[in-house]
């Protein structure tokens, strides 16, 4: 299963890419705002660490549906908000359910409410997330999963980073600004 790190990354990918330019005035001209948005909506599932359990109710499309109304509900008026947050909420599925796993039960909980059986990809992308980090071999083990996630995850959203700027400032993409 992917580091925070991963998922902040896949959230900023997803987010980027799906609100594009937008209409973030409510944000004022923070950009990393909008963008830190985005990767807190790919770390959020992994709030379920706060009460004890994992890989449950957070980690289902249950849940995406949840963020995706939660967010209507907020931000009124801004579809391409509510599908950025949820696509970018639903990148964490997607990555833990990429991820090697090696506590029990294995995967997460995809499809509920519809069901209750946990999925995992037979073809793991990303290495398991050792949590016990007292050891220093746990330790080299976070930094290796780390460095693969931003080789993998990082060109992504910078890539989703860049066409959302470009989208800013080329007046060919923005059909409102005079020529």
Do not use: K
């Amino acid at each position: 299963m992917p580091t925070p790190i991963g998922h902040a990354l896949g959230g900023i990918a997803a987010g980027a890419a799906v609100a594009g330019r937008g209409n973030h005035r409510w944000l004022g001209s923070h950009p990393w705002l909008i963008l830190s948005v985005w990767a807190l909506c790919g770390v959020l599932p992994d709030v379920d660490f706060l009460v004890g359990g994992h890989r449950g109710l957070t980690h289902t499309l249950g849940a995406v549906a949840g963020v995706g109304c939660v967010t209507a509900i907020l931000a009124r008026r801004r579809p391409l908000l509510w599908l950025a947050a949820t696509a970018a909420y639903s990148t964490h599925l997607l990555l833990d359910w990429l991820g090697a796993d090696d506590a029990a039960p294995l995967g997460l909980m995809a499809l509920w409410p519809f069901a209750d059986a946990y999925y995992l990809s037979p073809y793991s992308l990303f290495p398991a997330v050792c949590r016990h980090v007292s050891s220093v071999g746990c330790r080299v083990d976070l930094v290796e999963a780390v460095v693969w996630e931003v080789l993998i995850l990082g060109p992504t959203a910078a890539l989703a980073v860049w066409l959302r700027r470009r989208q800013r400032t080329d007046p060919r993409v923005n059909p409102l600004r005079p020529d």
